[in-house]
């Protein structure tokens, strides 16, 4: 059971350049999250998404997309990365019960030059 | 949404007990209180929640007073291994269909010293 996990851990990117950011989780959890931490500040809500097929706003959602296609996998799309999108990325996913635990994924560094 | 506010930093040491409050005037009937811990380069994790009175785990206990306007998370005998970040997170249950934004605010820096 290897919880939430993400790919890939670090990336470097150039201004205009696009991406995917991947989540994966085998808790089974029909809720998901991605969050951008900032140096110094707490998590901000970026997307969210309540079950397969499904995709919401967060916080902060202008420049990135999301999809969930399947219920395991929750993928974040940069599709022009600006250097204001370099921060630490986490993804979450909690059970659908009402249980409120958030298990978190390792994050992945982006730096956007 | 419940705002929380709680200090930006503490220190303490090995061995001793650490109190962090939380302040949370305007929670909501339905909302819970929810700490996390951060160490660096890791997602936050799960500490514990609770809705009123007191709730004790393996890892901490959880305080809160008959008004909910306020909680305290407390870690007996810290080790250097309790440095980390702590949030206070304030939101209903989830439910089918809807959605409570968890908000996390800059959190507590612990630092603990030998």
């Known amino acids: 059971n290897a919880g939430v996990t993400q790919t890939p851990k670090f990336r470097v990117l150039k201004t205009g350049q696009s991406m995917t950011l991947l989540c994966a989780q085998d808790m089974n959890h029909e809720y998901m999250y991605w969050y951008r931490q900032d140096p110094g500040m707490g998590l901000r809500l970026i997307h969210y998404s309540v079950g397969e097929g499904t995709t919401a706003k967060g916080e902060v959602p202008d420049g990135y997309n999301v999809s969930r296609l399947k219920k395991q996998n929750f993928l974040l799309g940069l599709e022009s990365a600006a250097p204001s999108q370099t921060s630490v990325y986490f993804c979450a996913s909690t059970e659908a019960s009402g249980a409120y635990e958030q298990y978190f994924g390792p994050g992945t560094r982006l730096t956007v030059t | 949404l419940a705002k929380t506010t709680q200090p930006i930093s503490m220190d303490s040491y090995e061995g001793q007990e650490v109190n962090i409050t939380c302040s949370h005037n305007n929670i909501a009937t339905n909302d819970y209180i929810t700490w996390y811990q951060q160490f660096p380069s890791q997602g936050p994790r799960f500490i514990i929640q609770?809705?009123?009175t007191k709730v004790t785990n393996e890892v901490a206990s959880l305080f809160i007073p008959a008004d909910r306007k306020s909680s305290t998370l407390s870690l007996p005998r810290v080790s250097l291994s309790d440095t980390a970040v702590y949030y206070c997170l304030v939101g209903a249950l989830m439910f089918s269909g809807g959605y409570n934004k968890l908000i996390f605010g800059a959190g507590t820096r612990l630092a603990v010293h030998p």
């Open positions: 609770g809705y009123k």
